[in-house]
């Protein structure tokens, strides 16, 4: 049992190129997020998804794309990259709602750096 | 969603009982409390959540009063392996868009 798993580890890009960050969770979640998080910050929702096919914008959405065609995968594209996308990006999944279960599971992350 | 503040900071002993406490004045009838720990480096990790009154698990115990515009999340006997940043967030009945504000970075001093 993987849990959330988040390729690749690092990355640098330069301004205005684009790229996918891939998650992938062996738990049968349905609900799925994206996180930012920037030095010292807290954590700010890009991206989430009740469901496969289901898909709504968090609190910073600009610059950033999702889909969920299956239960397993929530991939994140960068449109073109920017160095305010640098940070630090984390993906997360539930098997409930907020409320009715025991939160989220959250990957280890992707460092991204953007020059 | 309603808003949340807490400390920035805490410090604390090893083997001490630590209580952080988390202001949300405007809570919502259906809103639900839970609590993250986030090591450096690390994804956040659920510890606890609660809707009212106090809710216990093996890491951890969440104290919400009636009125329920705060809540405090306690850890028995830290040890230095508790030292990270902890979140209150505070989020309504199946409604996924979470808020993490900055949190509050405990630090256990042996």
């Known amino acids: 049992n993987a849990g959330v798993t988040q390729t690749p580890k690092f990355q640098v890009l330069k301004t205005g190129q684009s790229m996918t960050l891939q998650c992938a969770q062996d738990?049968?979640?349905?609900?799925m997020s994206w996180y930012r998080q920037d030095p010292g910050m807290g954590l700010r929702l890009i991206h989430y998804?009740?469901?496969?096919?289901?898909?709504d914008q968090g609190e910073v959405p600009n610059g950033y794309n999702v889909s969920r065609s299956t239960t397993e995968d929530f991939p994140l594209r960068l449109l073109s990259a920017a160095p305010s996308q640098t940070s630090v990006y984390f993906c997360?999944?539930?098997?409930?709602?907020?409320?009715?279960?025991?939160?989220?599971?959250f990957g280890s992350g992707t460092r991204l750096t953007v020059v | 969603l309603a808003k949340t503040t807490q400390p920035i900071s805490m410090d604390s002993y090893e083997g001490q009982e630590v209580n952080i406490t988390c202001s949300h004045n405007?809570?919502?009838?259906?809103?639900?409390i839970t609590w993250y720990q986030q090591f450096p480096s690390q994804g956040p990790r659920f510890i606890i959540q609660?809707?009212?009154t106090k809710v216990t698990n093996e890491v951890a115990s969440l104290f919400i009063p009636a009125d329920r515009k705060s809540s405090t999340l306690s850890l028995p006997r830290v040890s230095l392996s508790d030292t990270a940043v902890y979140y209150c967030?505070?989020?309504?009945?199946?409604?996924?868009?979470?808020?993490f504000g900055t949190g509050t970075r405990l630090t256990i001093i042996p």
């Open positions: 997360a999944s539930s098997s409930a709602p907020t409320g009715q279960g025991g939160g989220y599971t």
């Open positions: 738990m049968n979640h349905e609900y």
């Open positions: 998804s009740v469901g496969a096919g289901i898909t």
């Open positions: 405007n809570i919502a009838t259906n809103d639900y």
């Open positions: 609660g809707y009212k």
């Open positions: 967030l505070v989020g309504d009945f199946g409604n996924e868009k979470l808020t």
